[in-house]
């Protein structure tokens, strides 16, 4: 295999890993919206503010 072709194959192992991470990122950032829509919802049924909500 010439390096050119090695380097391709290294090439694509990356670009397959950045891909895997930014899907990742995508769902840890839904899970984060979900969890702040749920305090923000817990603060309008109690009357506090996210301050005064522990979690």
Same mark, same amino acid.
């Given at each position: 295999?010439?390096?050119?072709? @090695?380097?391709?194959?290294?090439?694509? !192992? %990356?670009?397959?890993? %950045?891909?895997?991470?930014? /899907? @990742? &990122?995508?769902?840890? /950032?839904? $899970?984060? &919206?979900?969890?702040?829509?749920?305090?923000?919802? !817990?603060?309008?049924?109690?009357? &506090?503010?996210?301050?005064? !909500? $522990?979690?």
């Amino acid at each position: 295999m010439s390096e050119i072709e @090695k380097l391709v194959v290294d090439l694509t !192992i %990356i670009a397959d890993e %950045i891909r895997s991470l930014n /899907e @990742k &990122k995508r769902a840890i /950032e839904a $899970e984060l &919206k979900q969890f702040t829509n749920t305090v923000r919802e !817990i603060c309008a049924a109690t009357g &506090k503010t996210m301050d005064e !909500i $522990e979690v």
